[in-house]
């Protein structure tokens, strides 16, 4: 806002940051004791607190951070739900929930949730 009043719109680049911060792909693959897992999909970002997430650094590092922890959530649903090969495509609804709260208890920190996490492709490679 300047000093009429006037709320002044953010300059084009910090718009369209804003809106890919807000919609996350990531696609990573995890070495897991039974195999490769190689998942792909994308998450809804909402930012409750830009100053708290501007503490992970650049708008790339703040990306990246998110993707890793993304990652790690997944890891570790995956380490806890041992799932076979078969039946990836039956429990994908149930990984992705999972993960979604892992994620977001981790985030909660950064001033961010997820709205939403959808995995969009998910295969085990032996």
Known sequence: MNGNGIVQQPEFEDNERMRSLSDITWEMPLTLPWGTIRAKGIASLQVRS???LAALGTYSAQVAAIQDIIAQSLENILIALLPSADQLPAQIWQIASATLVSVNSKL???????????????????
Do not use: H, K, N, W
Request: glycine fraction near 4%; proline fraction near 9%; avoid cysteine.
């Open 50 to 52: 830009p100053e708290r």
């Open 108 to 126: 909660y920190d950064y001033g961010a949730v997820l709205l939403d996490l959808s995995i969009t492709e998910i295969a085990i490679f032996p």
